[in-house]
């Protein structure tokens, strides 16, 4: 199983809105990550998790949050975001942060804010 | 300036070979990557290159690296209409655990 699975696909929420955005693997990943993906552009790092803890936060604003339950579980909280944080949110894993031979990418969340 | 820089855009014929090009900056890069993403779609990593290495071949996919120009290309042998898509170029040097992408080249392939 070489499959990172995201839900939504798709998600509409107005800017008083409170979602979360999931993501879930089962390859015995330890470090997992969120992408942010304007289009047109290349993906964008906004934070890694290193066997449950947060390890990079790329200066990202605190109406995201993210949360690692468990090594195969990472989710993206968010509140009071802005049109212009519409994007595809990427989640991605891979065997270990410093062995990043091989980067797992999810199918992404298309967020729109209204 | 960008770290990792690819042409925007690739047309080529169905059955004629694809090449993708890529330069970058960071002399220490240690991986090269190509990603591939469909419309809609997350990253499908292609292929990696050690910089130890000059060429990898994988099915219809070859990667040549010059490490002395910096520069890092992907050919797509007998190029169909699913090969339509943008591909990623991403390099990660020794010190960095992420990779940085260029801006993808969109690979548009025509009957």
């Known amino acids: 199983d070489t499959e990172v699975t995201q839900t939504p696909k798709h998600l509409v929420m107005g800017m008083t809105n409170k979602k979360s955005l999931k993501c879930e693997q089962h390859?015995?990943?330890?470090?997992m990550y969120w992408y942010k993906q304007k289009a047109k552009k290349p993906p964008e790092l906004m934070f890694v998790y290193s066997y449950e803890k947060l390890s990079i936060n790329e200066s990202v604003p605190s109406r995201f949050s993210p949360e690692c339950p468990n090594s195969s579980l990472l989710n993206l909280h968010l509140h009071a975001l802005q049109p212009e944080d519409s994007a595809l949110y990427l989640c991605?894993?891979?065997?270990?942060?410093?062995?990043?031979?091989?980067?797992?990418f999810g199918p992404g969340t298309r967020l729109l804010v209204l | 300036g960008e770290d990792v820089e690819q042409s925007l855009f690739l047309s080529v014929r169905e059955g004629d070979s694809s090449v993708i090009n890529c330069t970058y900056t960071?002399?220490?890069?240690?991986?090269l990557y190509w990603y591939k993403q469909e419309p809609g779609a997350g990253l499908q990593l292609l292929t990696y290159?050690?910089?130890?290495?000059d060429m990898k071949q994988d099915q219809r996919l070859t990667v040549l690296l010059n490490k002395k120009d910096k520069h890092l290309s992907l050919r797509i042998a007998d190029t169909q209409t699913g090969d339509s898509a943008i591909y990623f170029c991403?390099?990660?040097?020794?010190?960095?655990?992420?990779?940085?992408f260029g801006r993808g080249t969109s690979l548009i392939v025509h009957p």
């Open positions: 390859m015995g990943h330890r470090a």
């Open positions: 991403a390099e990660r040097s020794g010190g960095s655990y992420i990779p940085t």
């Open positions: 960071d002399s220490s890069s240690t991986y």
């Open positions: 991605a894993s891979s065997q270990d942060m410093a062995l990043q031979e091989t980067q797992y």
């Open positions: 290159i050690f910089s130890n290495m």
